[in-house]
């Protein structure tokens, strides 16, 4: 059941009258664009409502301990890292070798802890330079880090990568960044086709981790934009993260190549089943603050579950998105729409790390999917599958008409 539309107007009236504020017309419902008959901000309610969610300061981590390597030592990223993460409070380990050690616990739990609280800084290999494609985000994966300090119980990392789950940084950025002419335009590698229209060839740095939960600590964000800035060619960044920190980001020098997407779900499931991540309404502050920076913006809705009354949970979610982005001139937003799913291995390490987790994953209750790789996935079953898409493509088309939804899978 949607929710009627006076019921949220009188929501935001006792917010605003909560706040003492003046209440204005009801805006345009979930128009993300400036309406073209008027001045933006003036008459648009949204930054206001904003202003009245309780506000926190943007969410940080900060490792308890940092391993470097001494390969990584001879670039000035690590020695950055190591400077502020000792600013922190953290614990500096220089190892003896360019092998990680020291990543395991007593336990399984054990282990989970202590890498989740460790960050190491080592050197991107060749291997690791060499970009592969990455579909159905963009023309090519760039990684500037892998894993994450968050503890999202669902988190699609658990069958991607292996062994204990710390989060490495790339302290070799110019070598990373070198090598992306090559898969520009013009370089031996560049794609025969575009996968995003209208952005050029896109380079996507947030397939292995949450970049911006690492900002403060390394700074490499900031460099890749200004490098996607200054780079005069056809080209798009695109990352997206479950935080809020952008701070010394809006300064950025972008050239508008960069997209910016804010990972997303229905309130029930950010607050329950995503710890150590900005809440909701900040990220939502932050997607603001993006779009007013005259980055591109986006919307990642993943992954996407059909919890109880999930029509009112992701109604609102939109909702609140569109009024995040009422009144800010030029907004070029996308959606990004992603259903939960599982394999057999992410399931494993899911319930070792999150054994009393609440998040469904009975293959039993699955439609079996098979890559192309003859892998197999447990994705939602086909006919709710349906619902949740013929609900989404109206729902999405309503709350944020300008939006363009790149893919729903
Ligand atoms: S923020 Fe993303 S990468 Fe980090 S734990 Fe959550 S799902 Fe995993």
């Known amino acids: 059941m949607e929710r009627p539309t006076s019921e949220i107007a009188g929501e935001r009236a006792s917010a605003y009258e909560a706040a003492g504020t003046k209440l204005p017309a009801e805006p345009a419902r979930g128009a993300p664009h400036v309406d073209p008959d008027s001045d933006g901000e003036a008459m648009l309610p949204a930054e206001r409502l904003l202003d009245i969610v309780p506000t926190r300061a943007p969410k940080r981590w900060k490792p308890r301990r940092v391993l470097v390597t001494p390969a990584a030592l001879r670039w000035p990223l690590a020695r950055r890292v190591v400077e502020r993460a000792a600013a922190m409070g953290a614990e500096v380990t220089e190892l003896p ?77 110019p070598e990373i960044l070198d090598g992306l002419a090559a898969y520009g335009p013009g370089g031996p590698h560049e794609p025969a086709t575009r996968r995003r229209e209208g952005e050029g060839i896109t380079f996507e740095a947030s397939c292995y981790t949450d970049p911006l939960a690492l900002e403060e600590l390394t700074g490499s964000l900031a460099e890749t934009i200004a490098f996607f800035g200054a780079w005069d060619a056809d080209v798009g960044l695109r990352w997206t993260t479950k935080f809020d920190a952008l701070g010394p980001l809006l300064d950025v020098d972008h050239r508008r190549r960069t997209r910016i997407r804010f990972s997303v779900n229905a309130r029930d499931v950010t607050s329950r089943l995503e710890g150590g991540t900005a809440a909701l309404p900040e990220r939502l502050g932050a997607l ?53 799913r599982f394999t057999a291995g992410s399931r494993d390490v899911l319930l070792s790390w999150y054994p009393r987790t609440k998040v469904e994953m009975d293959p039993g209750q699955r439609t079996v999917k098979r890559t192309k790789f003859g892998s197999v996935k447990y994705v939602l079953p086909r006919e709710v599958m349906t619902e949740l898409r013929t609900w989404f493509e109206v729902a999405v088309d309503r709350e944020l008409p300008g939006a363009r939804v790149l893919y729903w899978t």
Do not use: M
């Open 288 to 340: 603001r603050a993006a779009a007013r920076a005259g980055y591109r913006v986006g919307l990642t809705i993943a992954p996407i579950f059909p919890i109880p009354e999930w029509r009112e949970g992701y109604g609102e979610l939109l909702r609140d998105a569109a009024a995040a982005l009422a009144g800010v001139p030029d907004v070029d937003l996308t959606v990004e729409l992603i259903t939960h």
């Open 97 to 173: 070798a360019n092998r990680l050690t020291g990543l395991r616990g007593a336990t399984d739990r054990e282990t989970y802890a202590l890498a989740k609280s460790t960050l190491a800084v080592v050197e991107a290999p060749p291997s690791k330079r060499r970009l592969q494609p990455i579909p159905p985000s963009a023309d090519w994966r760039v990684d500037l880090a892998e894993g994450c300090p968050a503890h999202c119980q669902y988190c699609y990392l658990a069958g991607s990568l292996t062994g204990p789950p710390v989060t490495r940084v790339y302290a070799n950025l």
